[in-house]
């Protein structure tokens, strides 16, 4: 398929599409308090002591990785989640119609790790190439939060994946370091809370009413407040 490869409208890795707080430390106090484990690319909510629903099962794929599905028919509305992506290979699109024009395109994504997506109502096709099968999201799932993450793990659902806090990433040799701040997964550029492109220590404060963390290209992150 032709996708493979585009560029991602909205927050690329390695562009900064607003302005974000410096993330350099001023201090260089050691990572502590993380007991918790970590989350990693693979983590999915509701994972670890979960209240309910069958042990260990797997999800079911809402669907593949791979084609393109139209909205309401093959894809119904709502959030979906891709894991596992490792080879740099998964692309997703959300497209208004199916004229494959570029002003067709309302978000796009070049995934490592793990993507979250909202498919809204008023979308007409969602387009996946080289990804994993997606599932769907419960918004009620619930799980024991991590206190550090992969730093190349993608995105994290705040509450279910990650807990919020205070988190630093150190030994980041280049601005290849890029988190977001996001308030959903519908990933339009006012999807974004705060962002930035990081070289040497990266500090970010994850608030309890943020959406999702994503984090890409960083060392890994641990939770320090």
């Known amino acids: 398929m032709g996708m493979k490869g585009k560029i991602a409208l909205g927050a690329v890795v390695g562009f900064v599409v607003i302005g974000a707080v410096s993330a350099n430390a001023g201090h260089d106090s050691k990572d502590g308090g993380t007991k918790d484990s970590s989350a990693t690319a693979d983590q999915k909510p509701g994972a670890g002591r979960s209240s309910g629903g069958a042990k260990g099962a797997a999800k079911k794929a809402a669907f593949d990785g791979d084609g393109d599905f139209t909205v309401g028919s093959d894809v119904k509305p709502g959030t979906y989640r891709t894991t596992g992506n490792t080879d740099d290979m998964c692309y997703w699109e959300r497209d208004k119609d ?41 918004p009620k799932a619930k799980g024991t939060p991590a206190a550090s993450m992969a730093g190349d793990g993608g995105m994290f659902k705040v ?21 977001e701040r996001t308030k959903d997964a519908e990933h339009g550029l006012d999807s974004i809370i705060a962002n930035d ?22 060392g890994k992150w641990k939770k320090t407040a």
């Open 197 to 218: 492109n990081v070289t040497g220590n990266a500090v970010v404060t994850i608030r309890s009413t943020d959406a999702y963390f994503k984090t890409t290209g960083c």
């Open 159 to 179: 509450g279910p994946d990650i807990a919020p806090g205070t988190y630093r990433s150190t030994g980041n040799a280049d601005d290849s370091c890029y988190w």
């Open 98 to 138: 199916s004229s494959g024009e570029m002003n067709s395109t309302l978000a796009n994504d070049n995934v490592t790790g793990t993507s979250y997506v909202t498919v809204k109502a008023t979308d007409k096709l969602f387009k996946s190439s080289g990804c994993k099968d997606w599932e769907a999201v419960d």
